[in-house]
């Protein structure tokens, strides 16, 4: 867990320390610029190289 001081109302989770099922659905994917070339995307969620603008 993170907790950035510039955004002192939001807490970040890795996604890897959960476990179960999640009720909430992914909403895009980030960071796709360096994905690895065998990893393939198959959903229309949006796609953003980096951080999506807020």
């Not at 953003?48 to 603008?53: R, S």
């Amino acid at each position: 867990m993170v907790e950035l001081t510039s955004e002192p109302n939001d807490l970040y989770i890795a996604m890897g320390t959960m476990d179960g099922e999640l009720s909430l659905p992914a909403g895009y994917h980030i960071y796709v610029g360096s994905k690895a070339s065998w990893h393939s995307i198959t959903d229309d969620l949006l796609q953003f190289d980096t951080d999506p603008e807020d």
